[in-house]
């Protein structure tokens, strides 16, 4: 079993759509969590943290379950800019610095 | 501030080949980290430094890679001799912290033939 899935998706929604995204995790030590974005042919870069209490950016929604070890982020609003690969990234406790990333979930907005 | 510095950032080789992939990352930062992306297996840590220090290469393939970091500011990844699975872009990422503050470089595409 991976240490992170995720559904590859793709998953094809129109502009304005409020799209979700989850991940699940194996380890119930991991201590941090992340969403990334990676568009086509570039590298990943942190999209926003996940927090116990669930977090908000903008149109951007995270939220943590511990008990069913899931992450999902939610997007409001879709925009065609919104067009990526999603990844889910999770740190285990004492295990500093290593990333533990998903597969990706691809988001293609169409107008 | 440049970011993280990847060098090149397209490498096509024959199979047998040494190949050099090169990294410096942003100033300041004191962790230096190795990944490898595939279709197949997604983004994996290889390696990662801190102050110039292996701490965790239990992610290299084989013995045919290998990695060091003389200096705060460089780092390289060899692969010797490269093969066509070695195929992937390799992606180079530093932080100030081990868990906040990553950047990542750009990455090199490295095709082995």
């Known amino acids: 079993r991976k240490e992170v899935e995720q559904d590859p998706g793709p998953f094809n929604v129109p502009e304005g759509a409020t799209v979700a995204f989850n991940c699940t995790y194996s380890?119930?030590?991991?201590?941090?969590f992340f969403w990334y974005r990676q568009d086509c042919r570039k590298e990943p870069k942190l999209l926003m943290s996940?927090?116990?209490s669930g977090n908000e950016d903008g149109r951007f929604t995270a939220q943590l379950n511990r008990a069913s070890q899931y992450i999902s982020l939610l997007i409001r609003d879709s925009k065609l800019s919104d067009s990526a690969t999603y990844l889910c990234?999770?740190?285990?406790?004492?295990?500093?610095?290593?990333?533990?990333f998903g597969q990706g979930t691809t988001l293609q907005v169409k107008p | 501030d440049a970011g993280v510095i990847q060098s090149p950032r397209h490498e096509v080789t024959e199979m047998g080949q040494e190949v050099t992939l090169r990294c410096k990352p942003i100033?300041?930062?004191?962790?230096l980290f190795w990944y490898r992306q595939t279709m197949m297996r997604g983004l994996e840590l290889l390696i990662y430094?801190?102050?110039?220090?292996?701490?965790?290469d239990s992610g290299m393939p084989e013995d045919r890679f290998s990695a060091k970091m003389p200096n705060a500011s460089f780092s390289t990844l060899k692969i010797q001799p490269s093969e066509p699975r070695d195929s992937a872009v390799y992606f180079c990422?530093?932080?100030?912290?081990?868990?906040?503050?990553?950047?990542f470089g750009s990455g090199t595409r490295l095709t082995v033939v």
């Open positions: 990234v999770v740190i285990l406790s004492g295990n500093t610095g290593k990333l533990i």
């Open positions: 996940v927090y116990s």
């Open positions: 380890n119930s030590a991991s201590q941090s």
């Open positions: 430094f801190n102050n110039n220090v292996p701490i965790d």
């Open positions: 100033s300041g930062h004191d962790y």
């Open positions: 990422a530093s932080s100030w912290d081990s868990i906040y503050g990553y950047t």
